[in-house]
């Protein structure tokens, strides 16, 4: 019996109170989704957490998340489990990684008797040098890719971890080539694909073909040849008429 190996992947985004850890700036809010064989399983982990600082103007009107907001939310330490739980072993798929991962490491270096840090518990792939590798000198934020890869972001007036993490599973699927459909496997969506296209195709109204009959001059130039090719062939030209 053939075992299939699946390859589970995290998509992660996060939401702060600041840019820098060097401010001691916390996490507010996580969100992730879960692929496997690069489909969604419906399987994710949000969660809202009281940093226990002031959130920065600034990234206030980013994300749009008050203090008041995260009073009654919980703090990372009581989420920490949880959370490392559902990121184990997954190869965590994340839009500009060192940012993501230097404020989760940030918040488990806080807790006591925490050894552990991201990397010892999963790979990390950074989809912001995915596409700086692919699309050189162009615009890579998650705004840009989605409408570079046609992926819908109507939704996304303000940033959000777990709206962001969906985005980018779309992103990801549509920028690695593979199958983008959710819905159907990679066999469906091709078979789907060409049923579409002979669809397309039989559905065009073909204008009937011009027909250009020869004159009395081109015909003779012709009959001239076929004599020709008759000739230096000893009489086995096969286009001239036999008797």
């Given at each position: 019996?053939?075992?299939?190996t699946q390859?589970?992947?995290?998509?992660?985004?996060t939401?702060?109170?600041?840019i820098?850890?060097?401010d001691?700036?916390?996490?507010i809010?996580?969100?992730c989704?879960?692929?496997v064989n690069?489909r969604?399983?419906?399987?994710t982990?949000?969660?809202?957490?009281n940093?226990?600082?002031?959130?920065?103007?600034?990234?206030?009107?980013?994300?749009?998340i008050?203090n008041?907001?995260?009073?009654?939310?919980?703090?990372f330490?009581?989420?920490?489990?949880?959370?490392?739980?559902?990121i184990?072993?997954a190869?965590?798929?994340?839009?500009?990684?060192?940012?993501?991962?230097?404020f989760l490491d940030?918040?488990l270096?806080?807790?006591?008797?925490e050894?552990?840090?991201?990397?010892?518990?999963?790979?990390?792939l950074?989809?912001?040098k995915m596409?700086?590798?692919?699309?050189?000198?162009?615009?890579?934020?998650?705004?840009a890719?989605?409408?570079?890869?046609?992926?819908d972001?109507?939704?996304?007036e303000?940033?959000g971890a777990?709206?962001?993490?969906?985005?980018?599973?779309?992103?990801?699927?549509a920028?690695t080539?593979?199958?983008?459909s959710?819905?159907?496997t990679?066999?469906e969506?091709e078979t789907?694909?060409?049923l579409?296209?002979?669809t397309?195709?039989?559905a065009?109204?073909?204008q009937?073909?011009?027909?250009?009959?020869?004159?009395e001059?081109e015909?003779?130039?012709?009959?001239l040849m076929?004599?020709?090719?008759?000739q230096?062939?000893?009489?086995?030209?096969?286009?001239?008429a036999?008797?």
């Amino acid at each position: 019996m053939v075992e299939t190996t699946q390859k589970r992947q995290v998509v992660l985004d996060t939401e702060t109170t600041g840019i820098s850890t060097a401010d001691d700036h916390r996490i507010i809010e996580i969100g992730c989704v879960e692929l496997v064989n690069r489909r969604l399983t419906g399987n994710t982990f949000h969660q809202y957490i009281n940093p226990q600082r002031e959130i920065d103007a600034g990234a206030m009107e980013v994300h749009g998340i008050t203090n008041e907001s995260l009073v009654d939310k919980p703090l990372f330490a009581e989420i920490a489990e949880d959370f490392l739980r559902f990121i184990d072993g997954a190869e965590l798929i994340i839009h500009n990684a060192p940012f993501d991962v230097g404020f989760l490491d940030h918040e488990l270096k806080k807790l006591a008797d925490e050894t552990r840090r991201i990397k010892s518990v999963a790979t990390v792939l950074d989809t912001l040098k995915m596409a700086r590798d692919k699309h050189p000198g162009q615009k890579n934020n998650l705004d840009a890719l989605c409408k570079r890869y046609d992926v819908d972001n109507s939704n996304r007036e303000l940033h959000g971890a777990l709206l962001d993490a969906e985005i980018l599973a779309d992103v990801y699927l549509a920028m690695t080539g593979g199958q983008v459909s959710l819905t159907l496997t990679a066999q469906e969506s091709e078979t789907a694909t060409d049923l579409r296209a002979e669809t397309e195709l039989a559905a065009v109204e073909r204008q009937p073909l011009r027909v250009l009959r020869a004159n009395e001059d081109e015909l003779a130039a012709h009959q001239l040849m076929l004599d020709k090719v008759n000739q230096a062939s000893g009489g086995q030209c096969v286009w001239l008429a036999k008797d």
